[in-house]
């Protein structure tokens, strides 16, 4: 099984430039998520979406644009980078229900950003 | 808000072992325990809803004390794989009660080391 997969490893930007990161899933998973990981630090929400069409903020959503037109796929897009947002960002999903409401989340091996 | 992880290193020799905590000011309905090697995704450990229970798989086990908002992770016999940064991620509980759909705070990390 696939599970979370996350496109480029890795990206070095130009401040102003524009990119999308990739995020799909083949697990069925309602529940996607976009973090960003700063050195030595814990994970940041960026956005969530709890099904398709469905997309939220999250703690630091400045800067990025999300869209979830399927199941399966949740791309992010940074608009003009900053160097503020070299990082390293994950995209998590997750079987989410009222009945169950055990949200173990699934991890992709990330995609590492330097905007310089 | 988030939760506050302590300490925020551990180092150990093989055998030994460790308690990691995570603290949060709010009302919690879950806490979930993660832990990501270096260069590597975060991995499910566990998870803890709230009712006070404790749950564990071979030599890690954690607990949820709904009173306190707190929860420990247990790490015992320490083997050197055991190596990494562990993250509780917590769900708060809403005015009710309630799950408040899946959506989590991490914690800053404890970084652990285990020597041979």
């Known amino acids: 099984n696939a599970g979370v997969t996350q496109t480029p490893k890795f990206r070095i930007l130009k401040i102003g430039q524009s990119m999308t990161l990739q995020c799909t899933q083949d697990?069925?998973?309602?529940?996607m998520y976009w973090y960003r990981q700063d050195p030595g630090m814990g994970l940041k929400l960026i956005y969530y979406?709890?099904?398709?069409?469905?997309?939220d903020k999250g703690e630091v959503p400045n800067g990025y644009n999300v869209s979830r037109s399927t199941t399966e796929d949740f791309p992010l897009r940074l608009e003009l980078a900053a160097p503020s947002q070299t990082s390293v960002y994950f995209c998590?999903?997750?079987?989410?229900?009222?009945?169950?409401?055990?949200?173990?989340?699934?991890f992709g091996a990330g995609t590492r950003l330097s905007v310089l | 808000q988030q939760p506050v992880q302590s300490p925020q290193a551990v180092i150990l020799r093989e055998g030994e072992d460790a308690v990691i905590n995570c603290s949060s000011s709010?009302?919690?309905?879950?806490v979930h325990w993660y832990r990501q090697k270096h260069g590597e995704a975060p991995v499910f450990l566990m998870i803890?809803?709230?009712?006070?229970e404790q749950k564990g798989h071979d030599k890690i086990s954690a607990s949820f004390n709904e009173k306190k908002q707190q929860s420990s992770l247990y790490l015992t016999a320490s083997q050197l794989s055991y190596s990494g940064t562990y993250f509780c991620?917590?769900?708060?509980?809403?005015?009710?009660?309630?799950?408040?759909?899946?959506?989590?705070?991490f914690g800053q990390g404890t970084i652990l080391t285990v020597h041979p």
């Open positions: 998590a999903s997750s079987y989410w229900t009222i009945r169950s409401a055990k949200n173990i989340q699934y």
């Open positions: 709010k009302a919690l309905y879950s």
């Open positions: 697990m069925n998973h309602n529940y």
């Open positions: 991620g917590t769900e708060m509980a809403t005015n009710a009660g309630g799950t408040s759909y899946g959506k989590l705070t």
């Open positions: 803890l809803l709230k009712g006070g």
């Open positions: 979406s709890v099904g398709a069409g469905i997309t």
